[in-house]
């Protein structure tokens, strides 16, 4: 079953992008990804923070010639925790982009500048929040996996730092994160695979129990 689990979800990648791509001509590439999660931390002049982050229906616009990106997403989540405050944020937030640049042509890897906002959402899910934003720049790297031929490609693990600011707080960041459609294959998987092998030894069980292999107990 999990094998049948990350399929489809492959097979989900792969039809958006055969969709996406008939749009655009060849001038550009259009991806999408499922989301992405991942982790890290700000380090502020008066502390620091610990970050964990995750966002839905990534869309990628890369002009084939110059190798220059544009990046969309509808929903990003940010969740701080300040250490010298010792508290949690939490952040949803619904206007996500991004621009980069790959200067180097490497197969599978993105290797650039950016510089990405988030602005407009929910804060701490209490209220709608118009005046919270992130600002960051700096220099990212993917690594990608092709399948189909080398036309469709996964995201396995991406990483960026340099420059954040929060809110007109500076920082300097660095976050890793990874394609969360083949992690939530795994786990879906596994989970399935560990309710299969509780069935089973539950059925064993009661057949040992009560099957006709037991030898039973002789009369006193």
Not at 11 to 22: D, G, K, L, R, T
Not at 33 to 59: H, Q, T, V, W
Not at 191 to 215: C, L, R, V
């Amino acid at each position: 079953m999990k094998k049948q689990v990350i399929f489809l979800t492959i097979i989900i990648n792969v039809f958006c992008n055969i969709y996406s791509q008939n749009i655009f001509n060849d001038n550009f590439d259009i991806r999408f990804i499922i989301g992405n999660f991942g982790g890290g931390m700000n380090f502020r002049p008066d502390g620091y923070d610990f970050e964990a982050s995750a966002s839905l229906a990534n869309f990628f616009i890369i002009h084939s010639k110059t190798n220059i990106g544009l990046g969309i997403s509808p929903l990003k989540y940010f969740a701080n925790y300040s250490v010298k405050e010792q508290e949690w944020n939490q952040n949803l937030y619904f206007m996500n982009g991004n621009l980069f640049w790959n200067p180097f042509d490497i197969k599978n890897i993105i290797l650039g500048p950016f510089v990405s906002i988030n602005y407009f959402g929910i804060k701490n899910w209490s209220e709608i929040n118009k005046s919270d934003y992130i600002f960051s720049s700096g220099l990212m790297f993917i690594l990608r996996k092709h399948i189909a031929d080398g036309k469709y490609p996964f995201q396995i693990i991406g990483t960026e730092v340099g420059y954040r600011n929060i809110s007109g707080k500076n920082s300097f960041y660095f976050n890793i994160n990874l394609d969360i459609s083949i992690f939530v294959g795994l786990i879906i998987g596994t989970m399935q695979g560990q309710a299969s092998d509780i069935i089973e030894a539950n059925e064993n069980y009661e057949k040992n129990k009560t099957g006709p292999f037991i030898p039973k107990e002789p009369k006193k």
